[in-house]
């Protein structure tokens, strides 16, 4: 059966995409398989592991959960639009220096959410960040290396956001 197509236009990393979409599309399946965003993975496929999580308005989104058709208006956020031309996110640099990867499947779900509780808390506590990654599941870290690499992803950005309180700096 043949379901009607309904227009969206959605703001993803910065670009405006409109297009036609099945209504049973699911966002996931849209940045993947229309725009080619395919930094987001996909899992379990029912709101569970985490893997598929992307920014949406700004706040954690499950996308195998998200249909496209509801996205018109919004604004998406995916791994690809972390970093700022070739400079990684500081959470993306945390993780790479401190081995908070092994398969990669789950990362950047952890990032979005990792990346969204620094922009809420620039200051969480261990717990608060264990609590936050929770909804995202990884089989191969053991989870510490990804703790530790958000929290020295913190203490840079309350640096650099002193720094850049300062008298006379650049930005
Ligand atoms: S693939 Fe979406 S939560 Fe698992
Ligand atoms: S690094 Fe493999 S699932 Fe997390």
Redesign the pocket.
Known sequence: MEHKLHTIRVMVNGTEYVRDVEPRLTLADFLRHELGLTGTHVGCEHGVCGACTILLDGAPARSCITFAVQMDGHEIRTVEGYAQGETLHPVQDAFWEHNA???????PG?LASAIDLLERNPDPSEQEIRETLSGN?????GYQSIVQAVQVAAARMRAAAAGADQPGSAS
């Open positions: 990867l092994q398969c990669g499947f789950c990362t952890m599941l990884c089989r191969c870290t």
